[in-house]
């Protein structure tokens, strides 16, 4: 069986941004287990556990997304997803080309026909960079939510179908495939 999610890939130049950006709005912070710059990725469509004859033809039904345009992005703020009442995950938010709206819709339509459902919730774009496990004080968070992030503009142009292994110590990803985004004209960006 694979654990298997669709990611929009983050240049290494932005997760080193986004890794300092972090640490400016929470630098007394440390201690936490902060997701690895090489984990940070934005998810476009959790598949979850599949058979991995399943996995294959999953990597090869996803080949039309070669002739998706590169996607503009731009990193807008820092917030939580809450469980309960307490913040669980730290995310940072990404505004991105509408495109990306177009590009999960068929995501789902087409991985309809593996048997994956259909996601219910509104593709939310952003970037998990911290999962809380404890506590997390108040003035953590007020760091956080004051924190204003400087113009920071990207272009993303990789998605890759990413296996998910979860270990006692944390989630390993493995790339199984990845599929490279179509050049835009300069005019169109």
């Known amino acids: 069986m694979s654990r298997l999610f669709i990611a929009l890939n ?37 598949i979850g556990e599949v058979e991995d004859k ?3 033809e999953i990597a090869e ?28 995950i730290l995310w940072i938010g990404l505004k991105t080309d509408e495109i990306i709206f177009n590009l999960v819709e068929e995501l789902n339509s087409r991985l309809e026909k593996f048997s994956i459902p259909r ?13 809380i496990r404890g506590k997390a004080g108040g003035h953590f968070i007020e760091n956080f939510n004051r924190f204003e992030i400087p113009k920071t503009e990207f272009i993303a142009d990789e998605i890759s179908l990413v296996k998910s292994e979860l270990l006692p110590l944390g989630s390993r990803y493995t790339e199984i495939k990845k599929y490279n985004l179509t050049e835009r004209r300069k005019n169109e960006l």
């Not at 640490?23 to 090489?38: I, M, R, S, T, V």
Request: charged share 35%; hydrophobic share 35%.
């Open 10 to 46: 983050i240049p290494d130049e932005i997760r080193e941004r986004i890794n300092s950006l972090r640490k400016e709005a929470g630098q007394k912070h440390d201690k936490l287990k902060w997701e690895p710059k090489e984990k940070l990725h934005l998810t476009l469509k959790f």
């Open 54 to 56: 399943l996995a294959d």
């Open 119 to 131: 996601e219910k919730k509104k593709f939310n774009s952003h970037i998990t960079v911290l999962r």
């Open 61 to 88: 039904g996803l080949n039309f997304l070669a002739g998706y345009p590169v996607i503009k992005c731009e990193l807008t703020k820092f917030g939580f997803f809450y469980a309960l009442g307490k913040p669980r």
